[in-house]
């Protein structure tokens, strides 16, 4: 029974991400719900390996791990670029890349 | 002690989408990733909780804060939070009834362990492969951002 609370808590926190990706207007928030969702894959993943088998879950937690470390690695240095070049953070006015 | 870990770790992802301080923000995705980590605690296992600490607080959450320290307040309203907690819930409910009912009978499923077994354990070097390059990719970016800078 404990295994369906770890499960439901990490599709809660799952479509909080899914649904923030698909709402927010702000890009960074847009990164960040990006790491919620591969969040909730780890917590997912732990909790089925633990409890369904015994296997080696720590190669596939260092491939969701190193996902989650490159994307944000990359979208900060887009994001400081972005401040530094005073454009907004609004995805919809986001056309304006056209001028870079 | 779940439902500790549960409560806050779902809070702290709602509140990063309602608080328009993007410091506050990252400290609230920091506070989710230790509620994961408190998460793995209490499915005993100590290394994965660490290791958890160790690589999205310590790594990524560092790397967020010192990169969003670039901008202080959103000045729009950047996310319809009625919308983002109705949504998710509506999303939420249908996959967990959906997929975790369906692990506790007996029937053959996604998260069972055969199909968990066969599907990963074949494919684990592909995920060290993906790994690295992804980390390719992220010190690329870094790189030609740099340049791009360097040239303007």
Redesign the interface.
Known sequence: ?????????S??????????A?????F??MI??V??II?AA??LS?????Y??P?????????L??????????M??????M??SEMS??VRKLFKLQDW | M?CAS?II??AA??Y??RTSN?IH??IA?AT??VA?SM??LI???PL?AL??LF??IG??ST??F???S??KL?K?K???FL??VT???I??IP??YG???G??GNSQNL???TM??SY??SD?PF??L???M??G???G??VI?KK??AGK
């Open positions: 029974m404990i295994l369906l609370y770890f499960i439901a808590l599709f809660m926190i799952f479509s909080i991400g899914i649904v923030a698909a709402t927010t207007r702000h960074l928030l960040i719900s790491e919620i969040s780890i917590l732990v909790a089925t390996f633990s369904i088998t296997g080696d879950i720590l190669s596939l937690l260092f491939a791990w190193a996902v989650a470390a490159s994307e944000i690695m990359g900060i240095v887009i994001y400081r670029y401040c530094k953070m609004d | 779940f549960a770790g779902v992802a709602f990063i989408f993007m923000a990252m995705f989710v990733a994961v998460l793995m499915l005993e296992l994965l290791l958890q690589i999205m790594g990524i790397y967020m010192v990169g969003a670039s901008e959103s729009f950047h996310t319809n919308l983002l949504l998710a819930f999303i939420a996959l967990i997929l975790a009912m692990s506790s998260l069972s362990s968990l077994n990963v354990s684990l995920f060290y993906i790994a690295m992804l980390f990719v992220g010190i970016s870094i951002m791009l800078v």
